[in-house]
């Protein structure tokens, strides 16, 4: 269990074979929940992110994955993601089942821990604006305009040191 995961709900690394689990979570949350097409939503960069899950007692509850090196900057150029000590946030989803426990921020510090494990000194992510506030208590800063990244929901960069 990461530090500051919810008891009922631990955060750890997974690998492929545990795929299914987080996009479960990701189809309740951004396809079903919010209206994102599937197709945009399961965008062919998974095998090449770090993907963590957290379950419960009835299975997968969050996921969140990152992006680093020649992959973040391939999927990232537009926002000038260029280096190979950055971490490209993305994809955090917490379902309905664990909402309010802390899962959303235990799932972020376990990103950041992972990241730092691995040598990176910087997150970057586009974070819906009105989760804005979320990320920013969590020590992320807002720049830039609003945009959208092709879901219809407007979204702010942010970046948060290592």
């Known amino acids: 269990m990461s530090a500051g995961a919810p008891a009922a709900f631990p955060v750890r690394v997974v690998g492929p074979g545990e795929l299914p689990g987080c996009h479960a979570v990701r189809r309740e949350v951004f396809v079903a929940e919010q209206g994102v ?14 993907h963590l899950l957290a379950s419960g007692p009835a299975g997968p509850v969050g996921t969140v994955r990152f992006l680093h090196g020649a992959p973040a900057r391939k999927k990232y150029a537009r926002a000038g993601v260029g280096d190979d000590t950055t971490a490209v946030l993305g994809r955090l ?3 309905r089942a664990a909402r309010g426990t802390g899962l959303g921020a235990a799932l972020v510090r376990a990103v950041e821990a992972e990241a730092r494990r691995l040598g990176l000194r910087r997150i970057y992510l586009e974070a819906q604006v009105p989760a804005l506030g979320f990320y920013e208590r969590l ?5 830039g305009p609003e945009f959208d990244e092709g879901s219809g929901i407007p979204h702010r960069a942010m970046t948060k040191a290592l």
């Open 37 to 50: 097409p599937e197709a945009e939503e399961i965008d062919g960069y998974d095998t090449d992110a770090v």
């Open 93 to 95: 989803a917490v379902g």
């Open 139 to 143: 020590g992320y800063a807002a720049h």
